[in-house]
């Protein structure tokens, strides 16, 4: 048994409404865990010192993310600033270059990808596939996925492929019928691209056949919902009890009713707004309401390239009129319940030591200074 005492915290979050902080707090952790919560000056003695010197948090909890692809799309974010409009039709591209990249150099971008997201301040990451959209591709990527995270989603139904184009509905078939099969080996998840808005992606009733199928074949659900314009996607994802609903740029006040009280958390991926210049979604009205909110990064090639949860939480609090509390809170708790993770995203005696510091005295600071590296994870 190897311990550590953590000291020289200036702000604990524990984000546990049961462990009491006091003041000069300090934790000990043992094996991987939190053993014990209390004043520095009672701290029992441990193998090892820490000192944190600055705010320690859970570390962040990114629920969406789209790692495993090979390409670059940094032209089409270009046009976007200067007009052009983002539908999803990109997602072909990164298709072609990841299904030519080999294996060695997928799993090298996916390292690389997690490695600047720890360093950053990240603990579990949820990691799609969708870049593949074949049997082979999808597989690999899933594949891939999981020697990074257990927390691996299903994505075949991110668009319709090039060479379905003419055959929609073949496709789905194809999506629910091997592509599925051999893909809940690997994933926990499937999620689907609802979006009536794109002619890409997918309208509800196709988004409920695949999300059905996908629960018959053991797999949980998450939506992709209501990016482009108002559509089925939160409402689906209610009426299916799916984990999470994601983008939620667009949501009626029906979509916002049908979320109150229900266990389908919204998460909001704020640097998908500010990298396709759409609308920021109502956060505020949100949690004013009574809506679990969670904020991930989405990480992907087309419609957020960063991996960075500081930068989000900066974003939802400028522009979707979060405060920086509950900005923390959605990025770490609330992406631990979008993940329906309840040992994440939290500190408390017993949880696994998924500790993030702040060089900052307290948390306010990750949205006032926004761009500074402030985080980093701790152990
Ligand atoms: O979450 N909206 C669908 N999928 C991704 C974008 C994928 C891409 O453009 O490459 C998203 O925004
Ligand atoms: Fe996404």
Redesign the pocket.
């Known amino acids: 048994m190897s311990s550590t005492l953590i000291t020289g915290i200036t702000e604990l979050i524990t984000n546990d409404p049961d462990t009491e902080v006091p003041p000069d707090p300090a934790l000990i952790v043992t094996d991987g865990r939190v053993s014990w919560i209390g004043s520095a000056d009672r701290a029992p003695a441990a193998d090892t010192a820490l000192p944190a010197e600055g705010t320690v948090l859970p570390a962040f909890v990114d629920s969406h993310s ?1 790692l495993v692809f090979d390409g670059d799309r940094s032209v089409e974010f270009t046009a976007r600033m200067i007009g052009a409009r983002y539908d ?1 039709g ?2 072909a591209t ?1 298709v072609e270059a990841t299904r030519a990249a080999t294996d060695e150099r997928l799993r090298a971008l996916v390292e690389a990808r997690v490695a600047e997201m720890r360093r950053q301040g990240t603990g579990v990451v949820e990691i799609k596939s969708g870049y593949g959209l074949n049997t082979p591709d999808e597989l690999r990527s899933l594949r891939i996925a999981a020697e990074f995270t257990s927390e691996v989603t299903f994505l075949g139904a ?1 668009v319709v492929p090039v060479e379905y184009r003419s055959d929609r509905a073949g496709y789905v078939d194809f999506v629910i019928g091997e592509m599925l099969q051999r893909a809940a080996e690997y994933a926990r998840w499937i999620d689907v ?1 609802c979006e009536p808005n794109s002619p890409h992606a997918f309208t509800g009733e196709e988004s409920r056949e695949i999300l059905l199928a996908g629960r018959a074949a053991g797999l949980e659900l998450r939506v ?1 919902g209501n ?1 482009l314009g108002h559509g089925p996607g939160a409402q689906l994802a209610v009426e299916l009890d799916a984990a999470s609903v994601d983008h939620c740029t667009y949501l009626s006040d029906a979509d916002i009713d049908a979320l109150v009280g229900s266990a389908t958390v919204a998460t909001v991926l704020p640097g ?1 707004e500010f990298s396709t210049h759409s609308p920021y979604p109502d956060a505020r009205k949100l949690i004013d309401s009574g809506v679990t909110v969670a904020i991930a990064s ?1 990480c ?4 957020c390239y960063s991996t960075s949860i500081p930068f989000m939480i900066s974003l939802a609090v400028r522009e979707m009129g979060m405060t920086p509390t509950e900005a923390v809170w959605a990025a770490t708790r609330g992406s631990a319940l979008s993940l329906r993770r309840d040992d994440l995203g939290v500190i408390k005696v017993g949880s696994p030591a998924e500790l993030t510091v702040l060089d900052a005295p307290n948390h306010l600071h990750l949205a006032y200074r926004p761009g500074v590296p402030l985080a980093r994870r701790l152990l």
């Open positions: 789209h999803g990109g997602i990164t991110h691209f992709h990016q998908v989405d992907n090639p087309g419609t």
